[in-house]
Each structure stands twice: as structure tokens, then as C-alpha cells.
Nanobody, 123 residues
Framework: QVQLVESGGGLVQAGGSLRLSCAASGRIVGSFTMGWFRQAPGKDREFVAAINWNGGSTLYADSVKGRFTISRGNFRNPVYLQMNRLAPEDTAVYYC????????????????WGQGTQVTVSS
């Protein structure tokens, strides 16, 4: 059984940075594409970033391109999301996801989800 645990969320001022981590356990997680999604209050869950099994391919939402960086640890675990130049519109619960074959923004391709970590950006 795959388990995903996010950490690193918190409160930060606009322009600041945070690094989220997703620790994965379970069978063959190292072979999965991993992704980050977020959901703001009253809005649908949206794609943020994804990375393939060996870190050689990444995909970003246009809204975070150039500000956020997704990466994998030395043994493909954990998966990180470095968030720079944060803005109030980045406020959301951030979810880690696993199981896609290739980096994709389609949530249906990810079979496993974490519980989420809150990120709040104050203006």
C-alpha cells in the first residue's frame, strides 16, 4: 500500500519561500511519476507540478513556472516542491500525488494521494 505524507506548509509573507516535502512509502514508489496539486477555498483542485520517476522530466502549471521547482531526493524519495516568490493567490492546501506513468496535469492519472498541507501567503 502506498502512503504519502506531506510536510513543510505554513504561513509566509508575500515574496517569501517555502519548501514542501512528500515522503512516500510502499511498493515501487520510486518508479512512479509524482505530482503536486493544490486546492484553494471554494475552488477546484488544480495541477501545480509533476516529475517523472528519475527526475529527468518535469511539468509545471503556467501559474507557477519560473517560481516553483519540483525535484526528487537522492533515492527518488522524498519529492520536494520549492516555492519561491510566493503570492497570496498561492494560498491553498497542497497535495502530493503518485502513480502516473508520465508527468501530467490530469489528476485522474494519479492513484495515490496524501492528506495535504496548508500553505498560507499573507499580503
Amino acid at each position: 500500500q502506498v502512503q504519502l505524507v506531506e510536510s513543510g506548509g505554513g504561513l509566509v509573507q508575500a515574496g517569501g519561500s517555502l519548501r514542501l516535502s512528500c515522503a512516500a512509502s510502499g511498493r515501487i514508489v520510486g518508479s512512479f511519476t509524482m505530482g503536486w496539486f493544490r486546492q484553494a477555498p471554494g475552488k477546484d483542485r488544480e495541477f501545480v507540478a509533476a516529475i517523472n520517476w528519475n527526475g529527468g522530466s518535469t511539468l509545471y502549471a503556467d501559474s507557477v513556472k519560473g517560481r516553483f521547482t519540483i525535484s526528487r531526493g537522492n533515492f527518488r524519495n522524498p519529492v520536494y516542491l520549492q516555492m519561491n516568490r510566493l503570492a497570496p493567490e498561492d494560498t491553498a492546501v497542497y497535495y502530493c500525488a503518485a502513480g502516473a506513468t508520465l508527468p501530467t496535469g490530469y489528476s485522474g492519472n494519479y492513484a495515490h494521494w496524501g492528506q495535504g498541507t496548508q500553505v498560507t501567503v499573507s499580503s
